[in-house]
């Protein structure tokens, strides 16, 4: 009977999170969890079978290596235990060094490690435990006791407590020497509240030498009974020789100041001195009721020591109870799903209770890229962890098989890179032209980006002797479209439809690697995509066939091949293990493929027909013995070995390739986001995986050059946002900033002021002319009849951005002019938060008049003494609104507002039964800020005007 759908869900679900929990384990070093999870996968694959395809041969070809790796750790294991057991310490501890460098965190190798280190120091012998027994059911043990650790599964083996504990315990008596079952089956117990017990097939560690204790009293011998009285019963349980009254070992004795510890053992009591009248040393039986009390108080005393040591013994075993520590993940912004060390934990803002450790936090959310840290949870102290995520900020890529060519976007050349591509991210949103030319083909297009859509072709394309392909991405959409009449495409094998001119669109794809097939009757093109990301398009370009011309697809099998034709070297290599070269006269050819790393092929021979396209496999054997590369990094980033690339990282943020033995030096790169370089050496067989944090993508600095008039003049330095008071003194003309805008303050003696606002790009140099005028006597200025956003108290506090004047938080910023009697206009958008908010009469901030505009309703109220009172509530008209333009008319004794609706000025509101005059206090606007930054509104201010009456 199979299982139900919904159930079947559950089971890939439970499988697809135990694959992950194995490939992050693998590429920690802990190989034996890998193969519990890949063994559990198998497990459940029986009830729910995974799809035949390369996705299922890649698991089983992944199952296998960590089976072939565990095998090989296992080996050195038992290969230390055996030289610690022939007194060959140094040998073992060297190897555990070596292996502990490839698996730190393995705890088998941490005990025998100290194992070897005791052996060392005694000698080379006796503190190594036996070796581990060999066979598969210690394997199979291991791996029980690893199942039992893991909630979901025992949930789903519906095993009760009592089964675990017994089979643990019979697992942990069939290999007593074994320090990973015993050390599994401490866990075990701990997980279940069972007492800790030592292995009932273990034999107890040998005392320490000590000076020997008086021998005990040796019971005289039983009378013999007369015939008139009957001998006393025989005692089943009297041990065969008398009991041993010395005290317990010195190691068995707990520490001073347990407040656990058993009483203190008295020592043995001395023989009981001979009768008077009889000789020294002669034997004296005693009366049969004394010999049988003596005879139980010597067993109860036995008995006692012996309870005793087995308590100190357990006490001494049991590990201190693991302390849980509150943790709070938060995101900006909130609602992003979380995962802990590989497992769902919900949406942020949330709260875990952790066990002391390393850990990593991912979250993700839909329209942001991923964020991912890493954090310590200490013993008894409190964590708050803060992940800021990126928004999604579209891509543009251009590929090429046709001839190399000119590429510009924006008006601003692109230099492809040596596959024939070249990429442009981190825009914003609006119409971007992309051209391409070369001798005798171009091509042109107008694309449109906006964040909340799929990006837009603006207008037809401009395509000579090309063959044009667009693909426009967004999340798990795909749109395709083409200049080719009559062309049709199809996804992941399934059935081909025609690509109308506004596209033809794929929906509800799942994250990860798809195919694009195009055929346009005399060719399919074959385009690999991977979803889930931001908004993206993806030009193709490609030489349309000749009725004289050939082509050639040559399959290699590897990334950044380089193509031999005839001896020369062909300006693209191979991506996604093929290149395509057009444009080829008939005839014969001679082809070769090489990159590092593998090894030389043959040199191929192909004849090229007009009007047909040629196809050459391959086959790139790597060289033996290379070294791997393995890193974990964003989705998208391209790895640099030596200054050449050597590949993308995969949107599941892993990257793996091989390297030639030696010295190199590894970059990553993201648009103009890069790494620091890192060197290392590599040896052959080795797998090197630097830290995350070694190689953290960060925007390159910007080159400034001040041209200041006159040259003497004092400059002040501040960054976009930033209070005047927060400037810094500039010395020199050419400086060094980050990205982002600034403010620069200059001045001189005898001249005026001046204040220039600069951007500084990423990697690039700006140039900033400064000139100060000479001050002269100016006339009385005419009164300013309209004023502006420079006249805020403190205008610098909103940051201009293309027009917009943008601020979050601070709660009440105020206009610098008083009284108020005028016309207020403005334009005002809501980026973050539940409504817009303004207010007029702000004596102080319990005191004043408040407006509010949400998405459906205005509203009008008063503030008194801190106390917020409700007093109208209207339909502004406009539904699910952020952007509102205003218009407020402030009299001594009225406030009307006024809406822009459908391009009229429409009344929302006339307030006249006001108690007081509310031109006397500020106008301003009330932007919510909460104790975090993650807490505050956000405003846009645009086209903001007051005009006294």
């Known amino acids: 009977m199979e299982p139900a759908s919904g159930n079947l869900d559950n089971i890939r679900q439970e499988k697809s999170r135990l694959y992950l929990a194995a490939l992050d384990a693998f590429d920690n070093g802990q190989p034996a969890n890998a193969l519990a999870h890949m063994d559990r996968w198998a497990d459940l694959d029986a009830d729910a079978p995974e799809a035949p395809g390369e996705q299922l041969a890649a698991i089983q070809a992944f199952h296998q290596q960590v089976r072939d790796e565990c095998q090989s750790l296992r080996a050195a294991q038992n290969n230390i235990r055996q030289l610690v057991s022939f007194g060959q310490a140094d040998q073992a501890l060297t190897i555990c060094n070596e292996m502990l460098a490839k698996y730190p965190g393995d705890s088998v190798l941490l005990e025998l490690q100290a194992s070897a280190r005791t052996a060392l120091a005694a000698g080379g012998s006796g503190a190594a435990p036996p070796p581990a027994p060999a066979g598969p059911s210690r394997d199979e043990d291991a791996a029980l006791l690893r199942r039992f650790l893991e909630k979901g599964i025992l949930v789903t083996q519906g095993k009760t407590a009592e089964r675990i504990l017994k089979a643990t315990e019979e697992a942990a008596g069939r290999h007593p020497g074994d320090p990973e079952i015993q050390s599994l089956a401490r866990q075990v117990r701990i997980a279940f509240e069972a007492p800790i017990e030592p292995p009932a097939a273990a034999p107890p560690p040998p005392p320490p030498a000590a000076v020997p204790a008086p021998p005990p009293p040796v019971p005289p011998p039983p009378p013999v009974a007369s015939e008139s009285e009957p001998a006393p019963p025989p005692l089943d349980f009297m041990p065969p020789g008398p009991p041993d009254l010395s005290p317990p070992p010195a190691a068995a004795a707990p520490p001073s100041g347990d407040p656990f510890a058993p009483p203190p053992v008295p020592p043995p009591l001395p023989p009981p001195p001979p009768k008077a009248g009889k000789p020294a040393g002669a034997m004296v039986p005693a009366p049969a009721g004394r010999s049988r009390i003596l005879t139980f108080g010597l067993i109860a005393a036995g008995l006692v020591i012996i309870i005793l040591g087995v308590i100190a013994i357990v006490r001494s075993l049991a590990p201190p109870p693991v302390q849980m520590v509150q943790v709070e993940l938060r995101t900006t912004p909130p609602g992003a799903a979380i995962r802990v060390a590989g497992e769902n934990k919900g949406l942020s803002d949330l709260s875990l209770t952790l066990a002391p450790g390393e850990y990593q936090a991912e979250a993700s959310l839909e329209g942001f890229e991923p964020a991912t840290t890493r954090f310590r949870v200490e013993p008894g102290t409190p964590l708050t962890v803060e992940l800021a995520l990126t928004p999604w900020r579209p891509v543009f890529r251009l590929y090429s098989e046709a001839e190399e060519g000119s590429i510009t976007f924006a008006g601003r050349a692109l230099t492809p890179g040596q596959g024939g591509d070249a990429l442009v991210d981190g825009l914003d949103d609006g119409e971007y032209e992309f051209r391409y030319s070369s001798r005798a083909s171009e091509a042109a297009a107008t694309v449109r980006y906006d964040g909340s859509s799929m990006p837009l072709l603006v207008a037809a394309p401009k395509v000579k002797n090309l063959i044009l392909i667009l693909v426009h991405q967004r999340n798990d959409r795909v749109v395709v479209q083409t200049n080719v009449t009559g062309a049709a495409a199809s996804m992941d094998g399934g059935a081909s439809e025609p690509i109308p001119p506004e596209g033809r669109s794929f929906t509800q794809l799942a994250p990860g690697s798809h195919t694009l097939n195009v055929e346009d009757g005399k060719m399919v093109r074959t385009i690999p995509l991977m979803t889930g990301g931001g908004p993206a398009v993806n030009a193709y370009l490609f030489a349309p066939p000749a009725s004289d011309k050939g082509s050639l697809l040559l399959v290699a099998g590897v990334d950044g091949a380089q193509v031999m034709i005839n001896g020369r070297r062909h300006w693209q290599l191979t991506r996604n293990g093929r290149v395509r070269v057009s444009g080829l006269a008939p005839g014969a050819y001679k082809v070769s493929v090489a990159r590092d790393g593998y090894e030389s092929t043959d040199t191929r021979q192909v004849e090229i027909a007009a009007g047909s396209e040629a196809k050459l496999e391959f086959t790139m054997k790597p060289v033996a013995r290379m070294a791997t590369l ?184 105020t206009f610098s002019r008083t009284p108020t009697a005028g016309v207020f206009t403005f334009t005002v958008q809501l980026r973050r938060g539940k409504r817009v908010q303004w207010f007029l009469d702000h004596r102080d901030d319990r005191n004043h008049l408040l407006f509010r505009a949400d998405r459906n309703n205005f509203y009008r109220l008063t503030v008194v003494n801190g106390r917020t009172n409700e007093l109208a509530k209207v339909d502004h008209g406009i539904r699910n609104a952020n952007t509102f333009q205003m218009r407020v008319t402030v009299r001594r004794d009225s406030i009307v507002h006024e809406i822009l609706r459908d391009g009229q000025w429409v009344v929302l509101d006339e307030w006249k039964d006001m108690s007081a005059d509310p031109t006397r206090g500020k106008f301003g606007f009330y932007i919510p800020g909460g104790k975090f930054l993650t807490g505050s509104d956000e405003y846009a201010l645009k086209d903001f005007q007051f005009s006294p009456r």
């Open 630 to 813: 393995r890193l974990s990094g964003p989705a998208g980033a391209q790895v640099f070995v030596d200054g050449n690339l050597a590949g993308t990282i995969e949107a599941s943020g892993s990257f793996s390739a091989p390297v030639s033995p030696g010295s190199h030096t590894i970059e990553l790169r993201r648009g103009t986001a890069r790494s620091r370089a890192i060197t290392h050496n590599f040896t052959a067989g080795e797998t090197y995986q630097p830290v995350s944090t070694e190689l953290a993508l960060a925007q390159p600095d910007g080159s400034v050059r001040l041209e200041v008039t006159p040259a003497s003049a004092r400059l002040l330095l501040r960054k976009q946002g930033e209070p005047e008071s927060a400037g810094r003194p500039v010395n020199g003309t050419t400086i060094t900033l980050p990205e982002g805008s600034y403010t620069v303050v200059a001045s001189a003696p005898g001249h005026t002021s001046s204040q220039v606002v600069f951007a500084v790009p990423p990697g690039g140099s700006v140039n900033v002319p400064i000139r100060l005028a000479a001050a002269a006597v100016e006339p009385a200025k005419p009164k300013v009849t309209t004023l502006t956003m420079a006249d805020f108290d403190e205008p610098n506090e909103w940051d201009n951005q293309a027009g917009w004047h943008v601020k979050r938080g601070g709660n009440y910023s």
